[in-house]
């Protein structure tokens, strides 16, 4: 008993204890803070690239694609296993391929993507696809190409007024060239066509951020999304051909946009329907991807060494939605790792404060262990005292730094806002990272290992202290007293 309340009286009247309890507070709050966050980023950059990927997709390098989409998704159905496992497929066609557009007041816009052709219905078994589609789920309707009401009336309206200014240029050039041959009187003008005559091109579904401009705004420094490609306006897709690499090119007219909240598929993907591209490119009942969706992920790597033995002789890459996007999700896990360690060097900074304390506190208190050790105590519980002195300061600290550390994870948006107010300066760029607010993962066994850390850290550094004041002698410590 006496142990324990010469550690207390020790923690509430030596202020430099306190030093120790700050520094150790510090860093385990540091440590949840940092995990949390970069966890939240990793959890939300995982769940997101799992839903726009599918479990399994067979894939091949050649542009020209394979052969027979339907004939191998049958043959792959034909086997009892994967039969078992597999709950939906859909083929498609990606490709690179220049768009051309008018941006409006930005002016006209030539950019590079990846158009990819797709059956909307197989494609939305699949996931990833529907659920992103911004005016399909606004107006709860199918995912489709067809063009809305509103869509077709302003395409068919921007159609009307540049046949109109086109007509009217051309009844000027006439008026200049008859005025110049001073010559008979100009003829009745040509009736514009109707507009039920007007032919309209296939629908396109563009990438949100291909269909935004996204300027910072000077006074309020805030990020704002203005549309220049809206529904019913025209894009030129060009592209090479299949069989041969000569360019091909066609108008499509815009129908949903695409909004996954990633810019990587946000700013790059344009999606069009399946036959069209196959019949653009002269590569009929051709495909260069097959999308498979599973029922439970764990029996992936089965699934995988199954369907990549069946199509081993076609030359077909299979693989999972982890192995295609493996280098980001190791480089996440490392930089995770390494930023563990460097600032756990914030709790052995305090361990080695702790040390340097304890020693002296030996060196104080030599007197009084020699007093100790005379009335009968043992030099296992000299050694007890100062252990049980660090693992208190080591649990307070931790203790501490755990409610400082939860307390800033769960208000850490709040946070950001308070100090991007203080400073003038955005100190999460949504512009950057394209979420709304810092996603934030709290694992209650990262905090549990955290803490368990930190309080075996501060231990660890009072055993020398603890030892040296232990194996004092009562008539050496006494001598000069």
């Known amino acids: 008993m006496y142990k324990l309340l010469l550690c207390w009286r020790y923690l509430r009247t030596r202020y430099l204890a306190l030093a120790c309890v700050v520094s150790v507070m510090l860093g385990v709050a540091t440590l949840i ?3 949390s966050v970069m966890s939240g980023f990793s959890t939300k950059l995982r769940d997101r690239l799992h839903a726009l990927l599918s479990d399994i997709v067979i894939e091949t390098q050649d542009l020209r694609g394979f052969a027979d989409p339907e004939g191998k998704m049958a043959r792959i159905m034909s086997d009892p296993f994967l039969k078992e496992h597999i709950v939906a497929m859909a083929p498609s066609m990606e490709i690179f391929a220049i768009i051309k557009y008018d941006a409006g007041i930005w002016g006209p816009r030539t950019r590079t993507v990846r158009v990819v ?7 939305s078994r699949i996931g990833g696809f529907k659920e992103h589609l911004v005016l399909a789920n606004q107006n709860h309707t199918e995912p489709s190409f067809e063009l809305s009401a509103e869509a077709k009336r302003r395409y068919e309206m921007r159609e009307k007024l540049q046949s109109d200014i086109r007509e009217m240029e051309r009844l000027q050039k006439e008026r200049e060239r008859l005025a110049a041959a001073d010559g008979p009187s100009l003829p009745a003008p040509t009736p514009f066509p109707a507009i039920k005559d007007l032919k309209t091109p296939r629908g396109a579904i563009v990438g949100h951020l291909i269909a935004t401009m996204r300027p910072r705004d000077p006074e309020t420094k805030k990020v704002k999304d203005f549309t220049v490609l809206d529904y ?7 592209t090479i051909g299949g069989q041969k690499p000569n360019p091909v090119q066609d108008r499509f007219v815009v129908v949903d946009q695409f909004k996954s909240e990633m810019s990587e598929y946000d700013n790059n993907f344009v999606y069009v329907p399946l036959d069209h591209l196959q019949h653009l490119r002269t590569m009929e009942d051709r495909v260069t991807t097959i999308h498979i969706s599973i029922k439970d992920f764990s029996v992936a790597k089965e699934v995988k060494e199954r369907l990549q033995y069946m199509f081993e002789l076609d030359g077909l ?13 190791s480089a996440i896990s490392i930089e995770k790792g390494i930023l563990n360690i460097l600032l756990f060097l914030i709790v052995a900074v305090a361990g080695f404060g702790i040390l340097a304390i304890f020693t002296m506190i030996v060196s104080e208190k030599t007197r009084d262990i020699g007093i100790l050790k005379a009335l009968g105590a043992s030099n ?6 100062f252990m049980g002195y660090g693992l208190l300061l080591g649990v307070v600290g931790s203790v501490l730094g755990s409610s400082l550390g ?6 850490i948006n709040n946070v950001e806002q308070f100090l991007t107010q203080l400073t003038g300066q955005e100190v999460f760029n949504r512009e950057t990272y394209y979420f709304k607010e810092i996603p934030i993962d709290i694992q209650p066994g990262m905090v549990v290992m955290v803490n368990l850390g930190t309080i075996l850290i501060a231990t ?4 020398l202290p603890a030892l040296r004041a232990a194996l004092l002698h009562p008539v050496q410590a006494l001598r000069y007293e």
């Open 380 to 385: 296992g519980g000299v050694m007890k005292i």
């Open 406 to 411: 939860l307390s800033l994870a769960i208000w």
């Open 232 to 238: 019913g306006d025209e894009i030129e897709v060009i």
């Open 33 to 35: 803070v940092v995990n």
């Open 317 to 329: 890459h299979v693989n999972t939605w982890e192995d295609l996007q493996g280098a980001l999700l």
């Open 460 to 463: 660890m550094f009072s055993v």
């Open 117 to 123: 052709g797709v059956d909307p219905k197989s494609r």
